[in-house]
Protein backbone atom coordinates (compact mmCIF):
# COMPACT_ATOMS: atom_id res chain seq x y z
CA UNK A 1 0.00 0.00 0.00
CA UNK A 2 1.26 3.43 -0.86
CA UNK A 3 0.52 6.28 1.69
CA UNK A 4 2.36 9.07 -0.66
CA UNK A 5 0.16 9.40 -3.94
CA UNK A 6 -1.91 11.58 -6.30
CA UNK A 7 -5.51 11.52 -5.73
CA UNK A 8 -7.57 13.57 -7.87
CA UNK A 9 -4.27 14.87 -9.41
CA UNK A 10 -3.22 16.61 -6.11
CA UNK A 11 -0.09 14.71 -3.95
CA UNK A 12 -1.55 13.70 -0.77
CA UNK A 13 0.54 12.43 2.66
CA UNK A 14 -1.97 9.88 4.21
CA UNK A 15 -5.26 12.57 4.69
CA UNK A 16 -3.18 15.62 4.14
CA UNK A 17 -3.04 17.28 1.22
CA UNK A 18 0.71 18.34 0.04
CA UNK A 19 -0.30 22.03 -1.01
CA UNK A 20 -1.73 22.45 2.44
CA UNK A 21 1.52 21.25 4.19
CA UNK A 22 3.73 23.62 1.53
CA UNK A 23 1.44 26.87 3.48
CA UNK A 24 2.16 25.80 6.72
CA UNK A 25 6.22 24.19 6.29
CA UNK A 26 9.07 26.52 4.36
CA UNK A 27 10.59 23.97 1.90
CA UNK A 28 12.35 22.58 1.27
CA UNK A 29 11.56 19.56 3.81
CA UNK A 30 11.38 15.87 4.28
CA UNK A 31 8.01 14.72 4.47
CA UNK A 32 7.46 10.85 6.27
CA UNK A 33 4.11 9.14 6.81
CA UNK A 34 4.15 7.20 9.81
CA UNK A 35 1.81 4.55 8.08
CA UNK A 36 3.66 3.87 5.20
CA UNK A 37 6.71 3.28 7.69
CA UNK A 38 4.43 0.57 9.73
CA UNK A 39 3.59 -1.16 6.65
CA UNK A 40 6.75 -1.34 5.94
CA UNK A 41 8.01 -3.01 9.03
CA UNK A 42 5.01 -4.80 9.36
CA UNK A 43 5.00 -7.02 6.44
CA UNK A 44 8.76 -7.36 6.47
CA UNK A 45 8.07 -9.41 9.52
CA UNK A 46 5.24 -11.22 8.39
CA UNK A 47 7.17 -12.08 5.50
CA UNK A 48 9.66 -13.91 7.62
CA UNK A 49 7.24 -15.02 10.26
CA UNK A 50 8.38 -18.21 10.31
CA UNK A 51 11.89 -17.71 11.06
CA UNK A 52 11.09 -15.09 13.83
CA UNK A 53 13.60 -12.97 13.44
CA UNK A 54 15.72 -10.10 15.19
CA UNK A 55 14.94 -7.27 13.30
CA UNK A 56 18.16 -4.77 13.57
CA UNK A 57 16.86 -1.33 11.53
CA UNK A 58 19.96 0.36 9.85
CA UNK A 59 20.36 3.74 11.98
CA UNK A 60 22.59 4.59 8.84
CA UNK A 61 19.47 4.68 6.46
CA UNK A 62 17.61 7.06 8.92
CA UNK A 63 18.53 8.30 12.58
CA UNK A 64 15.88 10.40 13.15
CA UNK A 65 15.14 9.91 16.92
CA UNK A 66 11.43 9.89 16.27
CA UNK A 67 11.18 7.50 13.62
CA UNK A 68 13.38 5.03 15.94
CA UNK A 69 10.90 5.40 18.82
CA UNK A 70 8.22 4.35 16.60
CA UNK A 71 10.19 1.50 14.86
CA UNK A 72 10.96 0.38 18.65
CA UNK A 73 7.43 0.42 19.31
CA UNK A 74 6.76 -1.84 16.79
CA UNK A 75 9.62 -4.32 18.28
CA UNK A 76 12.46 -3.45 16.31
CA UNK A 77 16.12 -3.80 17.24
CA UNK A 78 19.18 -1.32 15.64
CA UNK A 79 22.12 -2.01 12.73
CA UNK A 80 24.76 0.75 14.36
CA UNK A 81 28.06 1.63 12.54
CA UNK A 82 29.29 4.26 15.24
CA UNK A 83 29.31 5.47 18.62
CA UNK A 84 26.43 8.19 17.85
CA UNK A 85 24.23 5.97 15.95
CA UNK A 86 24.39 3.48 19.27
CA UNK A 87 23.24 6.58 21.22
CA UNK A 88 20.67 7.36 19.32
CA UNK A 89 19.31 4.10 19.08
CA UNK A 90 19.42 3.51 22.79
CA UNK A 91 18.22 7.13 23.48
CA UNK A 92 15.01 6.42 21.46
CA UNK A 93 14.67 3.22 23.85
CA UNK A 94 15.97 0.30 21.87
CA UNK A 95 16.93 -2.06 23.82
CA UNK A 96 20.79 -2.80 24.12
CA UNK A 97 19.86 -6.92 23.46
CA UNK A 98 18.37 -5.94 20.08
CA UNK A 99 21.53 -3.73 18.93
CA UNK A 100 24.31 -5.41 16.72
CA UNK A 101 27.11 -2.75 16.22
CA UNK A 102 29.03 -3.27 12.90
CA UNK A 103 31.34 -1.40 10.86
CA UNK A 104 34.85 -1.69 9.71
CA UNK A 105 36.72 1.02 11.71
CA UNK A 106 35.41 1.12 15.37
CA UNK A 107 37.88 3.09 17.56
CA UNK A 108 38.57 1.63 21.29
CA UNK A 109 35.97 4.56 22.54
CA UNK A 110 32.88 3.03 20.32
CA UNK A 111 34.11 -0.45 21.40
CA UNK A 112 34.13 0.48 25.15
CA UNK A 113 31.17 1.98 24.70
CA UNK A 114 29.24 -1.52 22.76
CA UNK A 115 30.78 -3.41 25.80
CA UNK A 116 29.42 -1.02 28.10
CA UNK A 117 25.47 -0.86 27.21
CA UNK A 118 26.13 -4.90 26.17
CA UNK A 119 24.91 -4.60 22.81
CA UNK A 120 23.99 -8.01 21.49
CA UNK A 121 26.58 -8.35 19.25
CA UNK A 122 29.68 -6.73 18.39
CA UNK A 123 30.31 -7.64 14.69
CA UNK A 124 34.07 -7.78 13.70
CA UNK A 125 35.75 -7.31 10.65
CA UNK A 126 39.43 -7.98 10.74
CA UNK A 127 41.62 -9.95 12.80
CA UNK A 128 43.16 -6.88 14.36
CA UNK A 129 39.51 -5.70 15.68
CA UNK A 130 39.47 -9.08 17.86
CA UNK A 131 42.78 -8.53 19.27
CA UNK A 132 41.65 -5.11 20.28
CA UNK A 133 38.66 -6.58 21.94
CA UNK A 134 40.03 -9.42 23.40
CA UNK A 135 42.79 -6.93 24.88
CA UNK A 136 39.79 -4.28 26.45
CA UNK A 137 37.92 -7.74 27.54
CA UNK A 138 40.79 -8.56 29.64
CA UNK A 139 41.40 -5.59 31.30
CA UNK A 140 37.45 -5.49 32.36
CA UNK A 141 37.22 -9.52 32.81
CA UNK A 142 34.74 -9.70 30.82
CA UNK A 143 33.66 -11.87 28.24
CA UNK A 144 32.79 -10.47 25.14
CA UNK A 145 30.05 -11.76 22.56
CA UNK A 146 31.12 -11.16 18.96
CA UNK A 147 30.40 -12.24 15.32
CA UNK A 148 32.29 -11.96 12.45
CA UNK A 149 31.82 -10.47 9.15
CA UNK A 150 32.18 -12.72 6.65
CA UNK A 151 33.29 -11.08 3.04
CA UNK A 152 31.59 -13.81 0.27
CA UNK A 153 33.42 -12.84 -2.63
CA UNK A 154 29.43 -12.08 -4.03
CA UNK A 155 27.96 -8.92 -5.23
CA UNK A 156 24.52 -7.88 -5.53
CA UNK A 157 25.05 -6.11 -9.32
CA UNK A 158 24.42 -2.71 -7.78
CA UNK A 159 25.93 -0.10 -8.18
CA UNK A 160 29.57 -0.82 -7.08
CA UNK A 161 29.70 2.52 -4.19
CA UNK A 162 27.02 0.54 -2.79
CA UNK A 163 28.62 -2.71 -3.17
CA UNK A 164 30.41 -4.84 -0.16
CA UNK A 165 30.40 -8.00 -0.46
CA UNK A 166 32.90 -8.35 -3.40
CA UNK A 167 36.58 -9.61 -2.50
CA UNK A 168 37.94 -6.47 -3.53
CA UNK A 169 36.15 -4.03 -1.07
CA UNK A 170 37.55 -3.37 2.34
CA UNK A 171 34.75 -4.92 4.17
CA UNK A 172 34.53 -8.12 6.34
CA UNK A 173 37.13 -11.17 6.15
CA UNK A 174 37.62 -13.94 2.98
CA UNK A 175 37.00 -17.27 3.43
CA UNK A 176 40.45 -18.39 4.92
CA UNK A 177 40.71 -15.64 7.25
CA UNK A 178 37.55 -16.08 8.54
CA UNK A 179 38.37 -19.65 9.23
CA UNK A 180 41.71 -18.80 10.46
CA UNK A 181 40.23 -16.00 12.52
CA UNK A 182 37.76 -18.63 14.14
CA UNK A 183 40.51 -20.48 15.28
CA UNK A 184 42.69 -18.33 17.38
CA UNK A 185 39.28 -16.89 18.83
CA UNK A 186 38.36 -20.23 19.94
CA UNK A 187 41.50 -19.80 22.42
CA UNK A 188 40.75 -16.67 23.51
CA UNK A 189 39.00 -17.04 26.88
CA UNK A 190 37.51 -13.55 26.90
CA UNK A 191 35.98 -13.48 23.28
CA UNK A 192 32.29 -15.67 22.86
CA UNK A 193 32.30 -15.95 19.15
CA UNK A 194 28.12 -16.15 18.70
CA UNK A 195 27.83 -14.80 15.52
CA UNK A 196 28.09 -15.32 11.95
CA UNK A 197 27.89 -11.87 10.27
CA UNK A 198 27.65 -10.98 5.88
CA UNK A 199 26.12 -7.83 4.17
CA UNK A 200 27.06 -7.49 0.26
CA UNK A 201 25.72 -4.43 -0.44
CA UNK A 202 22.36 -2.41 -0.97
CA UNK A 203 19.13 -2.13 -2.98
CA UNK A 204 19.48 -5.54 -4.33
CA UNK A 205 16.33 -6.57 -6.17
CA UNK A 206 17.27 -10.25 -7.55
CA UNK A 207 17.21 -13.51 -4.90
CA UNK A 208 20.13 -15.26 -6.63
CA UNK A 209 22.60 -13.58 -4.82
CA UNK A 210 20.99 -14.12 -1.33
CA UNK A 211 20.54 -17.55 -2.17
CA UNK A 212 24.42 -17.41 -3.37
CA UNK A 213 25.76 -15.96 0.32
CA UNK A 214 23.58 -18.56 1.99
CA UNK A 215 25.44 -21.33 0.21
CA UNK A 216 28.53 -19.81 1.45
CA UNK A 217 27.51 -19.16 4.86
CA UNK A 218 26.85 -23.05 4.94
CA UNK A 219 30.12 -24.27 3.71
CA UNK A 220 31.21 -22.39 6.52
CA UNK A 221 29.27 -23.81 9.64
CA UNK A 222 30.01 -27.32 7.45
CA UNK A 223 33.77 -26.30 7.77
CA UNK A 224 34.18 -24.83 10.93
CA UNK A 225 31.62 -27.22 12.79
CA UNK A 226 30.74 -24.23 15.08
CA UNK A 227 27.25 -24.14 16.29
CA UNK A 228 26.74 -19.83 15.35
CA UNK A 229 24.01 -18.69 17.95
CA UNK A 230 23.52 -15.78 15.50
CA UNK A 231 23.14 -15.73 11.76
CA UNK A 232 22.97 -12.28 10.61
CA UNK A 233 22.24 -11.87 7.38
CA UNK A 234 22.25 -8.29 7.01
CA UNK A 235 20.00 -5.76 4.94
CA UNK A 236 20.27 -4.86 1.39
CA UNK A 237 16.99 -5.34 0.18
CA UNK A 238 15.83 -3.31 -2.93
CA UNK A 239 12.78 -1.02 -3.61
CA UNK A 240 10.72 0.24 -6.37
CA UNK A 241 12.30 3.83 -7.45
CA UNK A 242 10.35 4.31 -10.65
CA UNK A 243 7.78 2.23 -12.30
CA UNK A 244 10.18 0.75 -14.66
CA UNK A 245 12.38 -1.21 -11.46
CA UNK A 246 11.08 -3.92 -9.97
CA UNK A 247 11.04 -4.58 -5.82
CA UNK A 248 12.69 -7.65 -4.54
CA UNK A 249 10.63 -10.56 -4.05
CA UNK A 250 11.01 -10.97 -0.24
CA UNK A 251 8.86 -13.71 -0.62
CA UNK A 252 11.19 -16.03 -2.99
CA UNK A 253 13.67 -14.76 -0.36
CA UNK A 254 11.97 -15.53 2.87
CA UNK A 255 11.27 -19.33 1.18
CA UNK A 256 15.08 -19.82 0.70
CA UNK A 257 15.98 -18.80 4.49
CA UNK A 258 13.35 -21.07 6.06
CA UNK A 259 14.80 -23.82 3.88
CA UNK A 260 18.59 -22.44 4.82
CA UNK A 261 17.64 -22.31 8.48
CA UNK A 262 16.15 -25.62 9.01
CA UNK A 263 17.89 -27.99 11.18
CA UNK A 264 20.07 -25.33 12.71
CA UNK A 265 19.95 -23.65 15.85
CA UNK A 266 20.71 -20.43 14.90
CA UNK A 267 18.76 -17.32 15.13
CA UNK A 268 17.91 -15.22 12.55
CA UNK A 269 19.11 -11.31 12.41
CA UNK A 270 17.98 -8.68 9.49
CA UNK A 271 19.23 -5.18 9.01
CA UNK A 272 16.70 -3.71 6.93
CA UNK A 273 16.82 0.26 6.52
CA UNK A 274 15.80 1.56 2.38
CA UNK A 275 13.34 -1.55 2.95
CA UNK A 276 11.65 -0.04 5.62
CA UNK A 277 11.89 3.84 5.29
CA UNK A 278 13.05 4.05 2.00
CA UNK A 279 9.35 4.72 0.22
CA UNK A 280 8.12 6.24 3.66
CA UNK A 281 8.67 9.84 2.96
CA UNK A 282 8.98 12.63 -0.05
CA UNK A 283 11.33 15.77 -0.16
CA UNK A 284 9.03 18.98 -1.15
CA UNK A 285 10.80 21.61 -3.15
CA UNK A 286 9.85 24.76 -4.49
CA UNK A 287 10.55 25.83 -7.98
CA UNK A 288 12.81 28.67 -8.09
CA UNK A 289 13.37 29.92 -11.92
CA UNK A 290 12.40 28.04 -15.18
CA UNK A 291 15.98 28.72 -16.99
CA UNK A 292 15.91 28.44 -20.84
CA UNK A 293 19.18 27.34 -22.03
CA UNK A 294 19.96 26.25 -25.97
CA UNK A 295 17.53 23.39 -26.22
CA UNK A 296 17.39 22.51 -22.50
CA UNK A 297 14.51 24.03 -19.85
CA UNK A 298 16.63 24.28 -16.30
CA UNK A 299 14.11 23.57 -13.38
CA UNK A 300 15.62 24.97 -10.55
CA UNK A 301 14.63 23.66 -7.34
CA UNK A 302 15.24 25.07 -3.53
CA UNK A 303 16.59 21.73 -2.72
CA UNK A 304 20.12 20.64 -3.80
CA UNK A 305 22.58 17.65 -3.41
CA UNK A 306 23.10 19.17 0.04
CA UNK A 307 19.77 18.41 0.89
CA UNK A 308 19.41 15.03 -1.70
CA UNK A 309 23.30 13.53 -2.05
CA UNK A 310 21.90 10.09 -3.66
CA UNK A 311 21.52 11.53 -7.47
CA UNK A 312 24.87 13.29 -7.35
CA UNK A 313 26.28 10.48 -5.27
CA UNK A 314 25.19 7.13 -7.06
CA UNK A 315 23.64 9.05 -10.16
CA UNK A 316 20.91 7.65 -8.39
CA UNK A 317 16.71 8.44 -9.96
CA UNK A 318 14.52 9.30 -7.80
CA UNK A 319 10.60 9.88 -9.36
CA UNK A 320 9.49 13.92 -9.53
CA UNK A 321 5.67 14.49 -8.92
CA UNK A 322 3.59 17.50 -9.15
CA UNK A 323 2.02 18.62 -6.21
CA UNK A 324 -0.80 19.41 -8.20
CA UNK A 325 -1.05 17.87 -11.42
CA UNK A 326 -2.38 19.49 -14.55
CA UNK A 327 -3.43 17.64 -18.03
CA UNK A 328 -1.18 20.57 -19.84
CA UNK A 329 2.02 19.07 -20.68
CA UNK A 330 5.49 21.01 -19.94
CA UNK A 331 7.54 19.41 -23.42
CA UNK A 332 10.85 19.65 -24.17
CA UNK A 333 14.60 18.87 -22.68
CA UNK A 334 13.58 19.57 -19.25
CA UNK A 335 16.51 19.02 -16.28
CA UNK A 336 15.51 19.45 -12.69
CA UNK A 337 18.85 20.90 -10.90
CA UNK A 338 19.45 22.25 -7.13
CA UNK A 339 20.85 25.52 -6.44
CA UNK A 340 24.36 23.89 -5.56
CA UNK A 341 27.33 25.89 -7.38
CA UNK A 342 28.18 21.58 -8.38
CA UNK A 343 27.33 20.33 -12.06
CA UNK A 344 26.42 17.14 -10.16
CA UNK A 345 23.53 19.22 -8.50
CA UNK A 346 20.91 17.78 -10.44
CA UNK A 347 18.16 15.11 -9.93
CA UNK A 348 16.62 13.99 -13.12
CA UNK A 349 16.01 14.72 -16.91
CA UNK A 350 12.56 14.28 -18.71
CA UNK A 351 10.86 14.85 -21.81
CA UNK A 352 7.93 16.34 -20.42
CA UNK A 353 6.31 16.59 -17.40
CA UNK A 354 2.96 18.25 -15.67
CA UNK A 355 2.57 21.93 -16.48
CA UNK A 356 4.52 24.39 -13.94
CA UNK A 357 5.77 27.67 -13.50
CA UNK A 358 8.33 29.57 -11.25
CA UNK A 359 6.85 29.00 -7.95
CA UNK A 360 5.44 25.77 -8.19
CA UNK A 361 5.74 22.82 -5.84
CA UNK A 362 7.01 19.11 -6.40
CA UNK A 363 8.40 16.14 -4.69
CA UNK A 364 10.96 14.04 -5.05
CA UNK A 365 9.42 10.68 -3.91
CA UNK A 366 11.09 7.08 -2.20
CA UNK A 367 14.19 9.67 -0.07
CA UNK A 368 13.10 8.04 3.26
CA UNK A 369 16.59 5.70 3.31
CA UNK A 370 20.06 8.18 3.12
CA UNK A 371 18.02 11.26 2.27
CA UNK A 372 18.59 13.20 5.46
CA UNK A 373 21.07 10.82 6.95
CA UNK A 374 23.46 12.09 3.79
CA UNK A 375 22.35 15.59 3.97
CA UNK A 376 25.03 18.35 4.47
CA UNK A 377 25.82 21.94 5.18
CA UNK A 378 27.56 22.62 2.02
CA UNK A 379 27.46 25.71 0.50
CA UNK A 380 26.96 26.64 4.23
CA UNK A 381 23.03 25.55 3.62
CA UNK A 382 21.26 24.82 6.53
CA UNK A 383 19.77 21.69 6.89
CA UNK A 384 16.22 21.21 6.56
CA UNK A 385 13.17 20.28 8.65
CA UNK A 386 11.71 17.11 8.79
CA UNK A 387 7.74 16.87 9.18
CA UNK A 388 5.90 13.21 9.98
CA UNK A 389 2.14 13.04 8.79
CA UNK A 390 0.09 10.69 10.60
CA UNK A 391 -3.71 10.19 9.22
CA UNK A 392 -5.13 13.75 9.33
CA UNK A 393 -2.17 15.22 11.95
CA UNK A 394 1.31 16.43 10.95
CA UNK A 395 3.91 18.00 13.12
CA UNK A 396 7.47 18.70 12.92
CA UNK A 397 10.05 15.65 14.36
CA UNK A 398 13.34 17.97 13.47
CA UNK A 399 13.39 21.56 12.91
CA UNK A 400 15.16 23.31 10.41
CA UNK A 401 18.63 24.57 10.85
CA UNK A 402 18.38 28.33 11.31
CA UNK A 403 21.16 30.30 10.11
CA UNK A 404 22.22 32.11 13.19
CA UNK A 405 23.12 27.93 14.51
CA UNK A 406 24.54 27.74 11.08
CA UNK A 407 27.17 30.81 10.93
CA UNK A 408 28.03 31.03 14.47
CA UNK A 409 29.74 26.99 14.72
Do not use: W
Amino acid sequence: MNYIKLRKNNLCVENISAQKLVKKYRTPFYCYSLSQLKNNYHTFNSTFRTVKPIICFSVKSNANLTLLRELKKMGSGADVVSIGELLKATKAGISAKKIVFSGIGKTEEEIRMAIKKRVLLINVESENEVNLINKISKKISRKISIGIRLNPNITGKTHQKISTGGKGEKFGLVYNDFINVCKKIRKMRNLKLEGLSVHIGSQITNVKPFKKVLSVINKIINKTKINFKFIDLGGGMGISYSKKEKQLNLKQYAQLVNKFIKNKNSKIIFEPGRFIIGNAAILITKIIYIKKSNNKNFIVLDAGMNNLMRSALYNAHHQIVPLKKTNKLFKGNLEFVGPVCESSDKFSNQKSFSQIKEGDYVGLANVGAYGMSLSSNYNTRPTIAEIMVNGSKHRVIRKRQSLENLVNN
